[in-house]
């Protein structure tokens, strides 16, 4: 007597396929990782590399450029 494995076959690989789309679409409904915030030190470098470079500008210029440069402000 022969086997009806196509059937089963079937509902077994549609089955695996809607698993596999419920899995796919909890992960992209998770939120993003958030960023680690910028740090005091990271802003004073970056303020000291525009000074170094001699942009325009006094210390309080150089810090707000590089903080909006670095939070993306």
Not at 2 to 16: L, N, Q, V
Not at 46 to 71: F, K, P, T
Request: hydrophobic share 40%.
């Amino acid at each position: 007597m022969p086997k009806e494995t196509t059937a089963k076959a079937s509902a077994t690989t549609r089955a695996r396929r809607t698993v596999k789309t419920a899995t796919t679409r909890r992960r992209a409904a998770r939120p993003a990782v958030a960023e680690p915030p910028v740090t005091h030190e990271q802003i004073a470098l970056r303020a000291y590399e525009l000074h170094l470079a001699g942009s325009d500008g006094d210390a309080m210029a150089h810090w707000l450029r590089a903080e909006r440069e670095l939070v993306g402000a």
